[in-house]
């Protein structure tokens, strides 16, 4: 239990300072991002801290879907937009093509590590995983459907506030998902260790 503790903490704030590089790498961002992104720009409110409240907001559409969330699931909506508003304030502006691909490289790869780091502590999922896992149960249609409803509605309204699509947003969407297939199976915590078997009874 701590280390899942300990890895769910982690993954979390990893997550969200992986995002917030891809943003201060300015090529584009994955469509939640960008939906944030645009929401900031015209309220005022720091990016990381709209992530929170989208992350709630998404959580209030579970209750139609009978979904119920997981410790994991709120401190996603807690930590997540708090390391990334954190990051932002902290890493510089990123100037020059090669800088700003290194830096969103960068960001993709740590949200890989993220993910499989607090999916692997299987605390519950994110408040936007559970929202197309819970379409998913109640609507019957195929998860691909849902995911690709949701994300992108929001990439497009995101977009038409001002939020930075570009080649990030589609890098993001090409190697997100390879990289945390190779990340979770290493992290994933009901996983018995390597070369321990179970004991018998005799």
Do not use: K
């Not at 699509?165 to 993001?172: A, D, E, K, M, S």
């Amino acid at each position: 239990m701590p280390r899942r503790i300990v890895q769910l903490l982690l993954g979390l704030f990893l997550y969200g300072a992986g995002c917030a590089l891809t943003i201060e790498a300015g090529l584009g961002v994955d469509p939640w991002t960008v939906f944030a992104q645009g929401i900031s720009l015209h309220s005022g409110i720091g990016i990381g801290w709209v992530t929170n409240l989208l992350g709630f907001l998404v959580l209030l559409l579970w209750i139609p879907l009978r979904q119920r969330p997981g410790v994991g699931t709120i401190a996603n909506i807690l930590l997540v937009g708090t390391s990334m508003q954190a990051t932002l304030w902290v890493v510089p502006p990123v100037h020059g093509f090669v800088a700003q691909a290194a830096v969103l490289l960068a960001g993709i790869v740590l949200v890989a590590l993220a993910s499989g780091l607090y999916i692997g502590a299987r605390f519950g999922p994110g408040p936007r995983d559970g929202l197309m896992t819970g379409m998913n149960a109640r609507l019957g249609w195929p998860i691909w459907a849902c995911r690709a409803l949701v994300e992108v509605s929001v990439l497009v309204i995101g977009w038409l506030l001002g939020g930075t699509v570009g080649i990030g947003t589609v890098l993001f969407a090409v190697l997100i998902g390879p990289l945390v297939h190779v990340a979770l199976p290493l992290l994933d915590t009901s996983r018995a260790p390597r070369g321990r078997r179970p004991v018998r009874a005799t």
